[in-house]
């Protein structure tokens, strides 16, 4: 089945201790993407990668971090977590820019 | 920049009525327009999208969006809703950097509350 996964699906962390979300896709997509989603904000996308070793930051990329090391692959970093990076975040993939993205299910991450 | 904007943030409608949700954007050249729905404590799905070509797009569960250049609009259409077309909207629009193009630009939401 063709999908975007993440893990975890919930986190409870505590302020400064560095957590990674993975995503992965096996769609065998070039471009993939991290959004955050904030009540009354929508989606705003946080790093986004058009291929391997190709990242580039979004609206909100601020205490995050990503890496490209492998097409199906597209871990979120937060070296140093922050109560207001508490969030539901999404990842998701596509294989060309006007591909309607597939989505993740989503991590929903406290940050205490 | 681009940006996206749905003036409503809650809709109400009955079962059976029709639906319409409305999304702006702004945007220099010819964007790429989605709309996706989320339904409770799910991920997104897309519904449609307007990439070049006819106007008006037809998408999943029975709805179709009209682009329409002259008003920087893109709004979601239905002719008769369902109960369980209860879900959050979002608009979004293709975004470019410097670079070459990824990512989307999403609106804020639109929250559909269907009345029995």
């Known amino acids: 089945e063709a999908q975007v996964t993440q893990n975890p699906r919930y986190l409870i962390t505590v302020t400064g201790k560095k957590l990674t979300v993975t995503c992965s896709q096996n769609m065998n997509h070039e471009y993939m993407s991290w959004y955050r989603q904030d009540p009354g904000l929508g989606l705003r996308q946080i790093y986004y990668s058009m291929n391997v070793e190709v990242t580039d930051k979004g609206d909100v990329p601020e205490g995050y971090k990503v890496s490209r090391k492998e097409k199906r692959n597209f871990p979120l970093i937060l070296e140093s977590p922050s109560p207001n990076q508490t969030s539901l975040y999404f990842c998701?993939?596509?294989?060309?820019?006007?591909?309607?993205?597939?989505f993740g299910p989503g991590t929903r991450l406290t940050v205490l | 920049a681009q940006s996206v904007t749905q003036p409503d943030i809650h809709i109400t409608v009955s079962e059976g009525a029709s639906l319409e949700l409305r999304c702006n954007y702004s945007y220099g050249a010819t964007p790429y327009l989605f709309w996706y729905v989320q339904s409770p404590g799910q991920g997104l799905q897309l519904l449609l999208k307007?990439?070049?070509?006819?106007?008006l797009v037809q998408g999943i569960k029975g709805f179709e969006a009209e682009f329409k250049r002259s008003q920087s609009s893109f709004n979601l259409r239905k002719p008769s809703v369902h109960w369980s077309d209860a879900a959050e909207y979002f608009c979004a629009v293709g975004r470019y950097s410097g670079g070459g193009a990824d990512g989307l630009t999403f609106g804020k939401g639109t929250h559909l509350i269907i009345q029995p």
């Open positions: 998701a993939s596509s294989s060309s820019v006007s591909s309607g993205r597939e």
């Open positions: 307007y990439f070049s070509g006819d106007t």
